[in-house]
């Protein structure tokens, strides 16, 4: 294509010039423009009216048609440069060149459009626009080439070379319409019938923002069509043709160098000009640069004209010349590689189902209008007599300064579209986005909105184990429910519960239950119910249930001790909150959250980092709304506080929410543990919080730190190396981090900013495309402020590694690593607030396989870390290293912890067969056996550690039995780390379970009965976690809860199947 582009445009260029000249240049222009306008609006008529690829190939066939008959008429009538009168055919040519160009190009771009998805399409169209251009270059520096060569004798046998490109043209696009579907897009309209706002040609004047589009478009054009005519006259003045012989071999080799030479400079500017102007400057500038240096040249053609003449051929007219060859070529190359690419910028306001039939329109049709008003214009001027060509630079000096000043209200005009259209966006929201709402109760609630019962039971099910207080009144939704499973379901646990304060409802809506089943059910329920109504709570009586040895009479009790009011009574509750039973504890507690007496909150905060009772005393302080604060707020600062219990009580504040909590959040903002300031900013965004003045200044100082260690992050990731499994592990880590950055950054938008605006923004730049992530960073433009403007485009923007590394180095100092050992120890070394645990472990771990590595004061200096899985892995990594050096340092530790860290690393010198020892894994090890599993892969390295030193790792002997059929008891989750179980059924099937099998994860929102026999078929190493700390887990990280609802909605397995009644 760009072959053919390229002769075409040559020759009809000579010919025009040396035939019919200057005389005929204004009316050529204003045919150009009436058939451009007629083509591009035929185009788009027919493009939405049929088939892509019958227009496309029809459009090719038609131009190679029509090339080869023009090359046959200049045989046919023997045509002759030297001939008198007007030149029919050299005028025809010149005057098509516009509308072929563009009909060709829009059916260029739109097959690309077609067979590429976004995705694609933003890693092959710089290349796909670097081909083009390369080939039009090579065709226009081959050209004079070829006429030495005396393979072109006349200049209208470059036809002959168009026409021949032009059909290869055409056979690819065949090739194309073959193998691809091009017609997609128009059979969904069809088929699915999308109704899409029609734009009318009066839209574009009526709406203001689209009537300015068009106003530059046309000056900006305008002023293209004014210095080609300019060009061109002096041209002809520059390389006259002899009449006598019609050589005309110098002006073509001219037009054939000048246009290389603008092709040249495109390729320049597009490749390492456009995006330093439009991103640094931005897109007013970018607008600008064009007509300033047309406006430029222009001002030094019109001094050296006056000075040294124009109007015929001297040795002085030379400078004119100069000054009017270099502005066309720098003004082409400018309006094609840097005006086109940022114009196309000011259509992203538009909604994407009118956007592209606006786009087409204007570059399309009232492009071409704007040529036919520059050709009117000339003719009208042709006839001044005063008028001559130095006029007509004056001319287009005066369409400069327009371009400039449109460029400028366009721009203005832009920003105020882009906060229209904000406003559009927000107001579909109808209200949402306002404050973080991706936490554990909220998914839980969007499952329940399912039409799947299974998916509606499997959320019932996990509610009961996070938000255990809430459940009844769920439950109560559901006993209307259309799926009658639904229905018996809430009707039985209701009953297991014991919920009496649900008996009234419950009594009204069984009356309408016609299914007899559920029937049934509900009447077993309303008996248990009526049962603990009547009891009746005296001394006696309860304090023989609290003493009995049964578990059930306990869970009674605590049952029953919902219906306390008399203050005697609290100790009873009491006692069973410190019951050695779990079951009989979890009673207890789920009734002092209903009862919401400050009596009991100790002992909940005293719950909170228990695995087995954590989400039951979460959600019974929750239910105790505000009050609680002042409780908790205290028990935050208790000495030597429990991590897990610190965060569990920034959560509770979160999720009750209010002035107080966001008041009692925020004191803590400067707490030294970034596990607890990450747990106090999700807190603030689940609340709403709005920061203003020094709350603002602080939020935007966090923005800062985490750009910043987005910024040392991106620089290391460039430094690891993907020799080995160990570093991509590294790899993967830090895109996990940057992750968790990136999202940090916009949560702490949303506080200083509109956090509907900011999610607004962030969807778009979510999207991935190129137009969706600039139209995202100029949303984000309206609103941010200066300071913090450019170093979040410089994160945000879709752009090379090392290109977006540059501009934050700009901000923040770039970071040297000597070697990959440097970068290693850098990584352990780096702050916590910087980097989390399991990033640096990883690290650490890889040291001991660095060639020559050494033991260093880094690795020594970690033995005395307070975190036990850095000193375990610091100290396997010196083990490894040198083992004299681990015995000598780790001699400076706690006994305590010297022995730990022995059994754990060093192996046994002596070991008896029949002891059956084996040296379990690190906890860093753990994770990155966790890590390549199907079910974990997805959750990130840091939670994963977490779950990874929650692991119990069992050895067994073959044939030893794990769990059998209707076994009581927390089944845990097995991971077979080595070895094969043997999983049988009731029904007498079986199959083997090999290394890196799991199971029992979808068992763990079911009950606590085993429904396989599970055996080892030879000596096997196991992890084991059981629910309870499973649970613990998932409620502490929302990122799992997604997790586990996805593991336990999958399509039932066999071996897992069970009933949904079992307690």
Not at 443 to 449: T, Y
Not at 670 to 680: A, C, G, M, N, Q
Not at 721 to 743: G, L
Request: aromatic share 12%; proline share 2%; with cysteine.
């Amino acid at each position: 294509m760009g072959v053919f582009l390229a002769t075409y445009l040559v020759g009809a260029e000579t010919l025009f010039i040396s035939t019919v000249g200057k005389a005929y240049l204004d009316d050529a222009f204003f045919v150009t423009g009436v058939l451009g306008v007629f083509t591009t609006a035929l185009y788009v008529y027919i493009q939405k009216r049929s088939n892509f690829s019958t227009l496309v190939v029809s459009n090719v066939f038609l131009t190679f048609l029509f090339i080869s008959l023009l090359r046959l008429a200049f045989w046919y009538f023997d045509y002759s440069q030297t001939d008198k009168g007007f030149h029919i055919l050299p005028f025809i040519l010149f005057v098509m060149n516009g509308p072929i160009s563009a009909v060709t190009l829009l059916g260029f771009w739109g097959i690309f459009g077609r067979i590429f998805d976004l995705k694609q399409a933003k890693r092959t169209i710089g290349g796909i626009d670097t081909g083009q251009l390369t080939a039009t270059m090579i065709a226009f520096f081959s050209i004079p080439l070829l006429t030495r060569l005396s393979i072109i004798d006349e200049t209208y046998d470059l036809l002959l070379i168009s026409a021949v490109s032009a059909f290869g043209v055409l056979v690819i696009t065949i090739w194309i319409v073959k193998d691809y579907n091009l017609d997609i897009a128009t059979k969904i309209r069809k088929d699915q019938n999308i109704n899409v706002k029609k734009i009318s040609y009066m839209d574009l004047f009526k709406d203001k923002y689209m009537r300015m589009l068009c106003l530059f478009m046309v000056f900006s054009m305008g002023s293209a069509v004014f210095a080609n005519y300019v060009y061109i006259s002096a041209t002809e003045i520059f390389y006259p043709v002899n009449k006598e012989t019609g050589d005309d071999s110098e002006l073509r080799d001219f037009l054939s160098f000048a246009n290389a030479a603008v092709m040249l400079l495109s390729f320049t500017i597009q490749s390492f000009i456009n995006d330093i102007i439009i991103g640094r400057f931005g897109l007013r500038v970018s607008l600008m640069v064009m007509p300033l240096v047309l406006g430029l040249f222009t001002m030094g053609a019109i001094f050296s004209g006056h000075m040294f003449g124009y109007e015929e051929k001297t040795d002085e007219f030379l400078y004119f010349f100069i000054f009017l060859v270099v502005g066309k070529v720098f003004t082409s190359s400018l309006k094609d590689a840097l005006e086109s690419p940022a114009f196309k910028l000011f259509f992203l306001p538009f909604d994407i189902k009118i956007r592209f039939d606006i786009q087409s329109r204007i570059e399309g049709v009232v492009n071409q209008v704007a040529i036919l008003v520059a050709g009117g214009m000339q003719i009208a001027m042709g006839l001044l007599a005063f008028f001559k060509l130095i006029h007509y630079a004056y001319f287009i000096l005066v369409l400069a300064v327009f371009i400039i000043y449109y460029a400028g209200k366009l721009y203005t005009e832009y920003k105020s579209q882009l906060l229209l259209t904000l406003e559009e966006q927000k107001a579909r929201l109808k209200g949402a986005g306002t404050k973080n709402e991706y936490n554990t109760i909220n998914i839980i609630k969007r499952e329940l909105r399912r039409r799947d019962p299974v998916r509606v039971m499997n959320a019932l099910k996990l509610m009961e184990k996070m938000e255990p207080i809430i459940l009844d009144f769920s439950l109560l939704d559901f006993i209307r429910s259309e799926h009658r499973e639904l229905r018996e379901y809430a009707y039985y646990r209701l009953g297991f519960l014991k919920s009496y304060s649900t008996l009234e409802i419950l009594e009204r809506e069984i009356k309408k239950e016609e299914d007899a089943e559920v029937r049934r059910t509900a009447a077993d329920t309303l008996e248990v119910l009526h049962e603990l109504e009547d009891y009746q709570l005296n001394e006696g009586h309860i304090k023989k249930l609290v003493r009995s040895t049964e578990i059930e009479d306990r869970i009674y009790a605590a049952r029953a001790l919902a219906k306390l009011e008399e203050d005697k009574f609290v100790p009873f509750l009491t006692e069973l909150l410190r019951d050695i039973n779990p079951a009989v504890r979890r009673a207890a507690i789920t009734t002092a959250g209903k009862l919401r007496r400050p009596e009991f909150w100790n002992v909940l905060i005293e719950n909170l980092h228990i695995p087995a009772y954590s989400n039951y005393a979460d959600s019974a302080l929750i239910a105790s709304g505000e009050t609680v604060f002042y409780a908790i707020d205290s028990a935050f600062y208790k000495t030597a506080q429990h991590r897990d219990t610190m965060v569990r009580i920034v959560q509770i504040m979160g999720k009750i929410g209010g002035k107080t909590a966001t008041e009692m959040l925020w004191k803590k903002i400067d707490f030294p543990d970034k596990v607890i300031v990450s747990e106090l900013l999700l807190s603030l965004s689940f609340i709403g919080f709005e920061a203003k003045d020094f709350h603002a200044a602080r939020i935007k100082i966090a923005i800062e730190s985490t750009i910043s260690d987005l910024a040392w992050n991106v620089k290391a990731v460039q430094d690891i190396p993907r020799d080995d499994f160990y570093d991509k592990m590294i790899h993967t880590a830090f895109e996990e981090e940057n992750k968790k950055n990136f999202d940090l950054i916009f949560m702490l938008l949303s506080m200083i900013y509109d956090a509907q605006s900011i999610k607004l923004v962030r969807d778009n730049i979510d999207l991935g495309t190129t137009d969706s992530v600039s139209f995202g960073i100029e949303m984000l433009d309206i609103f941010v402020d200066e300071i913090l403007k450019p170093k979040l485009s410089a994160v945000l923007d879709d752009i090379p590694i090392d290109e977006k590394l540059k501009k934050l180095n700009n901000y923040f100092p770039p970071e040297n690593f000597t070697d990959y050992s440097d970068l290693l120890l850098q990584i352990v070394n780096r702050d916590y607030n910087n980097i989390n645990k399991y990033t640096k472990c990883l690290a650490m771990y890889k040291l001991a396989q660095v060639r020559g590595q050494k033991v260093t004061d880094d690795m020594i200096a970690n033995l005395f870390n307070p975190d036990y899985v850095m000193v375990q892995t610091a100290a396997a990594t010196m083990y490894k290293l040198d083992k004299d050096a681990y015995q000598y340092h780790t001699k400076r530790l706690k006994t305590s912890l010297k022995k730990a860290l022995d059994k754990d690393i060093v192996p046994p010198v002596f070991k008896a067969k029949e002891e059956g020892f084996h040296q379990k894994l690190l906890v860093i090890e753990r994770a990155i056996m966790l890590k390549q599993i199907e079910v974990f892969e997805q959750i990130p390295g840091v939670i994963l550690l977490d779950l990874a030193n929650r692991f119990e790792e069992i050895k067994v002997s073959e044939n030893t039995t794990i769990s059998e059929i209707g076994d009581s008891g927390g089944t845990p989750v097995y991971v077979v780390l080595a070895g094969k179980l043997r999983v049988e059924y009731e029904d007498g099937s079986s199959r083997i379970l090999e290394e890196r099998g799991i199971i029992g994860h979808k068992l763990i929102l079911t009950s606590d009965k085993c429904p396989y026999n599970l055996a080892s078929e030879e000596e096997s190493l196991l992890l084991a976690i059981g629910k309870d700390d499973l649970y613990d887990a998932v409620s502490r990280n929302v990122e799992m809860v997604d997790g586990i609802l996805t593991v336990v909605n999958e399509s039932e397995i066999e071996e897992e199947e069970e009933s949904i009644f079992i307690g």
